[in-house]
């Protein structure tokens, strides 16, 4: 369907000014089936930190294109049976929804585009952080589920996931690494249930995402929209790849991996130096309450 869309509209053309989008989204994907980050945890810095794009531009892209690539992925994790927390998708959901529109409506406004990267940073900087303390505890028991469910654990969980959700509102993701962080910490769930378990919650916020910026708002770049365009095929194709691949590996080797995008997260937003201009606008702001308080 894509390739007749493509020809149909001349779609290809875009390739010759876009095409270093397909190439970073090759990682992308392969990152959103793997390990428990979406797509946009590549995107998104890439896009900002990188290409100085408009964060906005970036978190709709990376909706768009996580409503298509993780959906793939579910396909993949059900067909082969892969063990999930059904519990913690189903709640943390429930959860994440009402936070994805509050943080769309609310908190994102709020922002400012260098607030929006330096939060980016701090959150999954915290979350490679915290999964490192979680791989040095050894023999630590774990569990295929979480245990002895309880309707304090469902709160847990969709508080979670409303967190998830405001995260998701401005960066593209986030919800998943919340409630990863949530069943693995506190409830002792697998890395090998919890990472799967995150691909059918970000994929539904994504697709409810999606629709509320493109349909319901109306007002998606044209930019982030020929991103997709050429993007479509790498997503499809690779981000239920990359759950076979997961599927396979060591936890070990999917956590390093993880440290390794962090890290050059942090690497890369500290070269672009985007507090600077967040100093800026914080001294425009206090001569302006000086001003009218005069």
Not at 110 to 120: G, T
Not at 152 to 174: E, H, N, P
Not at 221 to 250: M, N, Q, R
Request: charged share 15%; glycine share 8%.
């Amino acid at each position: 369907l894509w390739w007749l869309t493509a020809i149909r509209h001349d779609w290809l053309a875009l390739f010759r000014t876009h095409w270093h989008m397909p190439l970073i989204m090759v990682l992308g994907a392969i990152v959103a089936g793997m390990t428990s980050e979406g797509g946009g945890a590549v995107a998104f810095p890439f896009m900002t930190l990188g290409l100085h794009i408009d964060p906005i531009t970036a978190r709709d892209f990376s909706l768009l294109m996580q409503s298509v690539g993780m959906m793939c992925a579910l396909f993949v994790i059900v067909f082969m049976q892969v063990q999930i927390e059904q519990r913690a998708v189903l709640f943390g959901t429930i959860g994440s929804i009402p936070g994805l529109v509050f943080g769309f409506e609310i908190f994102d406004p709020l922002l400012d585009a260098a607030q929006k990267k330096m939060l980016f940073v701090s959150i999954w900087t915290s979350f490679a952080i915290a999964l490192f303390i979680l791989n040095s505890q050894k023999k630590r028991t774990t569990y295929k589920t979480i245990i002895d469910f309880k309707p304090w654990k469902a709160m847990v969980l969709i508080a979670t996931g409303f967190i998830g959700g405001i995260f998701t509102a401005f960066a593209g993701s986030g919800v998943d690494i919340c409630i990863f962080s949530i069943v693995t910490l506190l409830f002792r769930v697998s890395e090998k249930t919890a990472t799967p378990t995150t691909i059918p919650i970000l994929g539904l916020n994504s697709l409810v995402g999606a629709y509320y910026r493109l349909i319901w708002k109306g007002d998606v770049s044209k930019l982030a929209l020929d991103y997709l365009k050429v993007s479509i095929p790498i997503g499809v194709t690779l981000a239920p790849f990359g759950s076979f691949l997961g599927s396979h590996f060591h936890r070990q080797v999917l956590a390093t991996f993880i440290y390794v995008l962090e890290t050059i997260s942090v690497i890369g937003f500290l070269l672009t130096k985007p507090w600077a201009k967040f100093g800026l606008i914080m001294k425009k702001r206090e001569k302006e309450i000086c001003f009218y308080g005069m």
